[in-house]
């Protein structure tokens, strides 16, 4: 990866989001979706293979890789809305603070995945990760009304929604 590369994607995140390790592969830590898909715009115009991952916990990369993109920082619960047992994330969040908020809300969060309660709701999702109470409530993928995925070279996708049927229907 050239150093003009590395400037443009420290100017599509900031510069304290980027660094680099001995192997020459670029981390960037993105701090918001538009930060994201700045990233994604690099990493597409200049043909690098670019890798995401949450905290770290489930990522196996076969190969190198140019730039890892780590979610990390992108960890906010950005809605709770109890009375129709919806929560809006960020793909960082983790699954031990998910299950915080939904219990400060009077609910809880019906998703048990195995092992650390620091992995993000990004690596269940994209494991499709569930315990024992997937017999009860269903998977992960049942679960999920709505997703917002970045793909190089920086599309937003978006899938579902937020409406939620009520028991009368």
């Excluded at 100017?11 to 390790?21: L, P, Q, S």
């Excluded at 990004?122 to 109470?133: D, E, H, K, R, W």
């Amino acid at each position: 990866m050239s150093f003009h590369t590395a400037r443009l994607l420290r100017d599509a995140i900031g510069v304290e989001g980027v660094y680099r390790t001995a192997d020459c592969t670029v981390h960037a830590v993105p701090a918001d979706r538009e930060a994201l898909v700045g990233a994604m715009r690099v990493a597409g115009s200049h043909g690098f293979f670019a890798a995401s991952s949450g905290s770290g916990s489930w990522q196996v990369l076969d190969g190198p890789q140019d730039i890892e993109l780590s979610l990390r920082a992108m960890n906010r619960v950005i809605d709770v809305r109890p009375a129709d047992m919806v929560m809006t994330v960020e793909a960082g969040a983790t699954i031990e603070t998910l299950r915080r908020v939904a219990l400060d809300h009077d609910t809880w969060l019906a998703l048990d995945p195995p092992g650390n309660p620091g992995r993000t709701i990004g690596s269940v999702l994209a494991t499709a990760t569930s315990g024992p109470l997937r017999h009860g409530f269903g998977g992960v993928r049942e679960q999920v009304l709505g997703l917002t995925a970045v793909t190089v070279p920086a599309r937003v996708m978006h899938a579902g929604g937020t409406t939620v049927k009520n028991v009368a229907g």
